[in-house]
């Protein structure tokens, strides 16, 4: 969770674990003790919060409604956003994780200035957010970008979602992990890209049969949309060329010509703050002027949520993690994507 003010500048922020398929409403509950406890600690009002985005790791419609997700059993078939609103009491808006970290990287990271470019989520679950001509691409029911779960194992493994053979059964972090329990104990991410760059032959080996399947699956994804970059973030992108390496092999080797003779594969900038600073500037991007006119209001006669520097603290809120106030990359002017 962190707070931004209206120069994207996140103040304040703190992480919290919950278990994987907790309820929504201990979801909520949690996001509301944490901005509570954000907000008293600056001494600020909940009711200058002009708007507040929740990142989910699921597809997003555009009621706010969540498709069905195995990450997040018992949050789907309700609007999320309208849940939210009640159980915060603020204006929320709900979006994909990887669309947010796609938003992040293009206005501040790797994507900056690059008008199609897709952000690739590697971790537990893999997304893929598309920033087309300069804007998001969500598809026709906020389904775009779902790579983790094309095919590409036929009749392989039956995955979470239903299908067989999903990316996400051959190469998410978990099977990764999963892969290498019989020979080395059960290791995280990190320790396995610790024990490949000392050259441990096990550990580089799955990291680079993991990136050759990822590329499989980019390859058919430059086919039908010829991004110019590729970043790549989450957990897994810490193997750098271990993984990227073999991923841009395979890429090349099963892509159109065409597509991906020009194709940039890179790591993400900004790691994982993507997806709060994407949030941020998704969420700044639709306060609607009567709420800048109310905060405006506010700011004068509440000099307390003034630093001494002038800065205004106005928040937005957003379930995740960012950098802190000084980081110059989230101090430039708001973004144009919507």
Known sequence: ????????????????????????????????ETITELLDGLGIPRERVVSACLSIPAPVDAEGMISATALMPGWTGVSLATAAERALGLPVLVENDANLGALGEATWGAGRDIRNVVYLKLAAGIGAGLILNGEIFRGATGTAGEIGHTTVVENGAVCQCGNRGCLETVANAPHVIDLLTPTHGRLGIPRIVELARAGDPGCRRVLGDTGRVVGLAVANLCNLVNPQRLIVGGELSAAEDLLLRPMGESVRLNGIPAAVRSLEIVRAELGARAHVLGAVAYALAHVTPEALTATATGAATDREAVGEDGTDREAVGEDGTGPDAHDRSVAEPAPTHR
């Not at 962190?2 to 994987?20: F, I, K, M, Y």
């Open 1 to 32: 969770m962190a707070l931004a003010n209206l120069a994207h500048q996140v103040v304040a922020e703190q992480h919290r674990t919950l278990p994987q398929g907790h309820s929504m409403a201990k979801g909520l509950g949690s996001a509301d």
